[in-house]
């Protein structure tokens, strides 16, 4: 094993024997998991509560990808603009956020050549922290003042500052847990042993013995970028208890990235008061990140050449944008099923999303439900649909100002079932409501209702193609 490896792995037993972590047994009080591999080697999670998955089995970081990415076209996007502010409702486990940095990076910073130096951090052991450049001709580092290039402030001056792309994400979710244990998610995961899973497991098996999705995987540059900036604006994250639990536990050891949990042990250590241990184990560290860690490079430079702002909110996503004045380019709303969260798919939700879109924005979304295009448009919005070319169906719908950037239209079925029951929305005039009143409303105004049900429709409809295919 090379050297510099055996040192970093010292450090990380001396730093789990300085923080005592150990596996803890499982009880009803501890944030519990529930994860599971789809087929693109992404993570996929069940939810307990609702007693259904959150993500696709297909592949969950390839569904972000088709439902939420290739729709809204950035690249297209980013030959006419600089600057860009998405708003990703429901952040979960950050996969639209990460596809769309993953996606930024890969096919548009890198592609336009933006980053050409490296820099690497660097930790000594009296507690200063200090940043050096890589120099590539002879490899040797050199220490600068960190007071002119400090990488903790994330600088981002240059010479052609006006010329650095803006990118802006307001990511909100309730469970702060399952947010901060974004950056620390495995995707790509080539190689899985079947799990045993007690929730779900015919629905999750069934799909997992179809075609494999190719296997699809978030750089350890956008991990490193997205960490950093939760910890600069949650810093309770590195004492956050129950997440160096779920770090350490062996039971999820798996889905989680090792170089990730590394490098959050590594941030830890340099916050932590120093005694003869702690030193030590920060100048492990040091060896480690100043010698290896290219990603770590890469993703610092990165946040130099860019101004990256990424504001996570952890609170009901109404009561944020009441008092939010951003407009955005994108929204991505991915809130769980309406029949189970209805708050987020109500028309007055989407009123108050359509007052922070940009004239020329567009919202994306995996719903094709009847009662959520019909809510869209009763919100002002031209509605269209998402259109996947390699499954060769429709997956989900976008809503827009500018009816122009709808390139797959509501067919004729379409609009006629917004005409039935099927097409009666949510309602929450005071966006306050609870999901389970919400639900009940909406039951009763079905019940009540003198539309056509969308089973007649549909039959209807059937019968009428019939017709028409025998008349020809």
Known sequence: MHLHTKAYL?????YKKINNIKNASYNTNMYELYPYFTNDGSV?????????????????LTEAY?????????????SNHNKIKILDIC???GYNTKSFLNYFYEKIFCKNDIAKNNYIETIDTNNNTYNATLDT??????NLDHEHLDSEKLSTENDNSNLKPEIYIK??????????LSPFIVTGKRFWRREKIKFQQEKIEKMLKKNSAPKIWINDEINIILLLKIIENHPEILEDTEITRLLASSKYSRYFSGYMRRYFAFKKTKICKYTPLKLLSAYLHNIYYRYISKRQKKALNALKLLDFNFDLKIDDARKVLLTDNNIYNFVFLDAFTPAKCPCLWTVDFLRLLYSHLDVDGMILTYSNAANI????????FYVGKIYNAQAGKFTGTIAVKNKSLIKNELSEYDLGLLKTKAGIFYRDENLTGLNEAIVAAHKKEVETSTRISSSKFIKQWKKNIVVKTIGR
């Open 91 to 93: 952040f979960g486990i």
């Open 10 to 14: 010292k450090s990380i037993k001396i």
């Open 171 to 180: 990511a909100i979710d309730t469970d702060k847990t399952l947010a901060f």
């Open 373 to 380: 295009r019909s809510a869209f448009l009763e919100a002002g």
């Open 137 to 142: 001709d002879n490899k040797n580092s050199k």
């Open 44 to 60: 996929g999670l069940f939810s307990p509560d609702a007693d259904d998955i959150y993500h696709s089995t297909y592949g969950a």
């Open 66 to 78: 088709e439902k939420f990415i290739l729709p809204a076209d950035f690249e297209k996007y980013f």
